[in-house]
């Protein structure tokens, strides 16, 4: 009986405790609180529950009534007072009520009706839980043939290991691995992490096949969130190289749209307009004709006899979309050749649109630079009902029907451009081999851009070859690239005030010349001598030599000079006729060059500010620290120069720190004993010398010198 009532009052105490603990409504910590923020109408969640989301619907309500302090009312910590003249029961039932509400509009409404007469949020809370908290065997089912059928496909790195992340920690969620105390849960844990990384390597592109092989032979086999780590640093290497093949220059840059671009102009709209399946996450289908889910029988192409598409949606057909591992910036062959041959010619539109590349504004651009009487109407019908078999090497009828002719008296030049990348004529008849048609656009200097059509061949003379020629159909004028010249024939041009000379580096002979014309080089297609410029340059003046070459240096100096600066013993050694003949007397005269290249750095010229009275200006400088100590412990030392003496004081320091009272002991020590002051300190940007306040005090103007320089 006594035991009985120690634990009655015992307990009574408690109670006590707590309900003055959760009467303070103006603590933060009080579960009881209720902000101005909180109102019946809060969603806590975005997503609602459906009964198929039980897992992650949880576990994001009990986040969030956890960040609002409001946990302990599901999970039965507090509990309802029992007597209504409890001072909390009030409390209780407010904040029931409130969370009540809450769980409710967090609930979708076939699922609310079941607890619309429910009034305790705990009572809720576990109704929710019998009914929907239970191993759901065919989600699991689900979530593991999905694991077992995603790939990278055409998604980033990153888009693709977050589906595999979702699908692992909702599988964890409906499949939890069972914790145990021994030491086999970290055995289980480490063959849960190679699981995942094998699974996330086997759905990635073939392109990451040599960065796979690398971690599947390391032992032990990296973390998920390493190797996850891996294969993003090699696509943005793989992003890295392929940019660093696509041409896009400042001037002239070559820029192709893409396929895509042009068979689908908006694609957003198009986007919204398609249909979306939530299973595979591609548009097209629905759900419910997914084929990936079983729902009907996968389709099968009748080109390439694969299942998954359809011919109208192929890609060895019609093209890899931007973005796919076997996308490229220019359409192959087969392609061009497949659509010529599947597709009858019917009219000038399919022919400029889906085969050429060329627009309707593109062709009427070729036809408008065309003379009057090349070629009739009824010769272009005739041409474009012929059937289209000279598609398939690129090039096309209809500016096969017509050449491009330029009267003698007004000729199209040929202009020699330093700020052109590629060489670019305006008629296709320049062109000795058309490679293939292209629909690239060019960009002008001014930011407009014009279409190019064809890409090929032009051999301007027996010795200079044009390769990847672009025809600008808009230009009234060619170029020719210095840097593709340069580059692909291995010649260099030299430019001179009234003509520009291209000179083989090989054999070191002209192959070619161009003349200025209104204030630019034009090329001139005619025969060169080899020697054309050395006659040219032996035209010049011979008073116009190098100064290292003059006539006032000795023969000695002369060669020199030529051999690069070597020393006497070096020049004594060589045995050649030419130059042993020459340097029998070595000169005394020493060289001005050769001191001065073995300078790391040009002198400082003479500081031209220089002090009147001692202490007028005062340098100092700290060095340090010394890898090894002084008996007495010291690493720095501080040196104080005075600019009118020339007098030094040296002091030693045991740290960085004492430089500030050194500097202050020295300037008392000038006063004191010399009767000057410090008027200016000049020192380098160490922080050791940031003393504005001693400064200020003592009226002395602080300087530092530039960074790397005494």
């Known amino acids: 009986m006594k035991a009985s009532l120690e634990d009655q009052s015992s307990s009574n105490t408690n109670y006590t405790q707590n309900a003055n603990q959760y009467l303070n409504l103006h603590s933060h910590n009080n579960p009881f609180r209720l902000d101005t923020g909180n109102n019946p109408a809060i969603i806590l969640v975005t997503d609602l529950l459906t009964g198929d989301n039980y897992a992650t619907w949880s576990r994001a309500m009990r986040r969030a009534l956890r960040a609002k302090n409001k946990l302990a009312f599901i999970i039965g910590t507090i509990s309802q007072p029992t007597d209504q003249e409890d001072p909390l029961f009030d409390l209780f039932e407010r904040c029931n009520d409130m969370m009540v509400s ?21 009572d809720v809370w576990l109704d929710l839980q019998d009914r929907f908290s239970h191993r759901n065997g065919p989600r699991i089912y689900q979530l593991r043939k999905s694991l077992a059928n995603l790939s990278q496909e055409t ?5 693709y290991y977050g589906k595999l992340k979702t699908f692992w920690d909702e599988t964890l ?6 914790s145990c105390s021994c030491g086999t849960m970290k055995t289980i844990s480490e063959r849960y992490q190679r699981d995942c990384v094998f699974q996330f390597l086997m759905g990635l592109n073939d392109s990451y096949s040599p960065i796979r092989d690398q971690i599947m032979l390391l032992d032990p ?34 820029r192709k749209p893409s396929s895509f671009t042009t068979k689908f102009p908006s694609h957003s709209k198009y986007k919204k307009e398609r249909t979306y399946c939530t299973h595979c996450k591609i548009t097209g289908h629905t759900l419910e004709t997914c084929f990936k889910v ?8 009748s080109h390439c006899n694969f299942t998954g598409h359809t011919v109208e949606k192929c890609y060895k057909l019609h093209g890899y979309p931007p973005g796919h591992k076997l996308f490229t910036k220019s359409r192959s062959s087969h392609v061009l050749a497949a659509q010529s041959i599947s597709t009858p010619a019917t009219n000038i539109a399919d022919i400029s649109d889906t085969r050429i590349g060329l627009t309707k504004d593109q062709y009427n651009q070729l036809m408008a630079l065309l003379p009057p009487g090349t070629s009739t109407t009824a010769q272009t019908s005739s041409r474009l009902h012929t059937p289209l078999t000279s598609h398939i090497s690129g090039i096309s009828y209809c500016l096969n029907a017509h050449t491009h002719t330029t009267s003698s008296s007004h000729p199209i030049p040929w202009i020699i451009d330093t700020g052109a990348t590629d060489h670019m004529v305006c008629c296709p008849s320049f062109f000795t081999t058309i490679v293939s048609t292209a629909s690239h656009s060019v960009a002008l200097p001014n930011g407009t851009h014009v279409p190019a059509t064809h890409t090929g061949t032009i051999q301007l003379t027996p010795s200079i070859c044009l390769t990847q020629v672009l025809c600008v159909p808009s230009f009234t004028f060619n170029l020719i690239s210095v840097k593709k010249l340069t580059t692909n024939l291995t010649c260099s041009i030299i430019f001179l005030s009234n003509l520009c000379v291209i000179q083989d580096l090989f054999s070191w002979t002209t192959i070619g010349k161009g003349e200025v014309r209104n204030g630019l080089y034009h090329f001139v297609n005619t025969n060169v001598s080899p020697s054309l410029l050395a006659n040219t340059l032996s035209q010049f003046s011979t008073s116009s030599v190098a100064a290292s070459v003059s006539q006032h240096h000795t023969t000695t100096n002369l060669w020199h000079c030529r051999l690069g600066h070597p020393s006497s013993p070096v020049m004594s050694l060589i045995l050649d006729p030419v130059v042993k003949n020459n340097i029998s007397n070595i000169s005394k005269q020493p060289c001005y060059v050769c001191p001065l290249a073995k300078f790391h750095r040009l002198p400082f010229s003479y500081s031209k500010q220089l002090a009147s009275q001692p202490f007028e200006i005062v340098h100092c400088d700290l060095w340090g620290p010394c890898s090894m100590p002084s008996y007495d412990g010291f690493k720095y030392f501080l040196t104080l120069v005075d600019s009118f003496t020339r007098s030094t004081w040296l002091y030693l320091l045991p ?4 430089t500030k009272h050194t500097i202050e002991s020295f300037a008392n020590l000038v006063e004191n004993q010399f009767n000057y002051r410090i008027k200016i300190l000049r020192s380098d940007n160490g922080g050791e010398f ?3 306040d001693f400064f200020h005090t003592k009226g002395i103007i602080h300087q530092t010198t530039c960074v790397e320089t005494p």
């Open 173 to 178: 969620i409906y499949d939890p691995i069972p």
């Open 221 to 254: 086999i990296p973390t998920i969130t390493r190797v996850f780590s891996i294969i993003q640093q090699q696509e943005r290497q793989h992003q890295l190289t392929s940019n660093s093949t696509q041409h896009d220059a400042l001037a002239f840059a070559i």
């Open 155 to 159: 998604d980033p790195v990153s888009v």
């Open 294 to 301: 079983g729902n009907t029988e996968a389709p099968i192409c």
């Open 655 to 658: 740290t960085k720190a004492d």
């Open 690 to 692: 940031h003393m504005k």
């Open 102 to 122: 809450w769980l409710q509009n967090s609930i979708s409404n076939s699922i609310r009706s079941g607890i619309a007469f429910v009034d305790s949020a705990r």
